[in-house]
């Protein structure tokens, strides 16, 4: 068994190559060097390979040999959304086009003055979604609650090449709790509040619900505190799809007070439906449903 140990994969070698090509070949150009990264994770990554193998074949039934095709796909678009993240990041946000899905929900979310919650899943590219917020004059402060886990000398690098800074803020998960403060001082200013829903990790809490016809477990952390803090609670995702285009979607979810469970598995239901038309944009390269000894 391998849990997600609160760690993403990724060397800080591997971005500066990345930023290395974006400044000198291109974007476009730079995809070509994934060729060979992904066959190198392909050939290598036995643990990893194994993983998004079964999701592939047991929990999306896909036969053989389309799963070991999607398996190197999904390690191709992972370098994509990689790099078009570093690119944006450096400057080049023009040579993207995108379209939006909902907005009209979080402009109503912002409307009410009450802040907002904010469920997003290791799926598409939700890290680059400030910078089209800002293209349509969505001010509006993101708060992200993190784990100390994932601050690592990656976003430090990023942010030192970076040709306009992040506005997200990192509200850290503390053992203290002390982060419920911080984001009840945050939707007090009606910013927004964004958690990951799909990543558990040993020793947390948790919930359990079916995904994708099995069990799994999820952190119960971002459903007891949506479910509780009675502000409006939105799905939303940044998907890439065909070239430099991006495809934002925002769902409202439903929640009645102190539901966790009932928000758990309305989430599922909604993150089913973007697995089944983006399936090679899940990334969570782990034994996610404890089903592989």
């Not at 039934?61 to 999607?70: C, D, H, P, T, V």
């Not at 399936?279 to 000894?293: A, C, E, R």
């Amino acid at each position: 068994m391998n849990k997600w140990k609160g760690k993403s994969k990724g060397t800080i070698l591997g971005y500066k190559i990345f930023v290395y090509c974006i400044r000198n070949i291109g974007i476009k150009s730079s995809y070509f060097v994934l060729y060979f990264v992904a066959t190198y994770y392909f050939l290598f990554l036995k643990k990893s390979n194994q993983y998004i193998f079964y999701y592939f074949n047991k929990r999306l039934n896909y036969g053989f040999w389309k799963s070991k095709l999607s398996v190197f796909k999904s390690y191709f678009i992972f370098g994509k959304v990689l790099i078009d993240k570093t690119a944006i990041s450096v400057g080049l946000r023009d040579r993207f086009t995108y379209e939006f899905d909902g907005i009209e929900h979080l402009k109503n979310l912002l409307n009410e003055k009450r802040g907002g919650v904010l469920i997003s899943a290791h799926i598409g590219n939700f890290e680059i979604a400030e910078h089209f917020f800002a293209d349509i004059d969505f001010d509006c402060q993101i708060n992200l609650v993190t784990t100390d886990q994932e601050v690592t000398v990656i976003k430090q690098y990023l942010d030192s090449v970076a040709v306009k800074k992040s506005n997200i803020k990192f509200i850290y998960v503390k053992d203290d709790m002390s982060h419920i403060f911080d984001i009840n001082a945050a939707l007090s200013n009606n910013e927004l509040i964004c958690f990951t829903g799909d990543r558990y990790f040993e020793g947390s809490k948790f919930l359990e619900t079916e995904m994708l016809g099995k069990s799994a477990k999820f952190p119960a952390g971002p459903f007891l505190i949506a479910s509780r803090l009675g502000v409006p609670v939105m799905y939303v995702y940044v998907m890439k799809e065909k070239n430099l285009h991006y495809h934002l979607y925002a769902r409202v979810a439903q929640v009645k007070k102190r539901d966790a469970q009932g928000l758990l598995n309305s989430y599922v239901q909604n993150l089913e439906s973007m697995l089944y038309k983006y399936p090679l944009q899940w990334f969570n390269y782990f034994d996610f449903w404890d089903d592989i000894d």
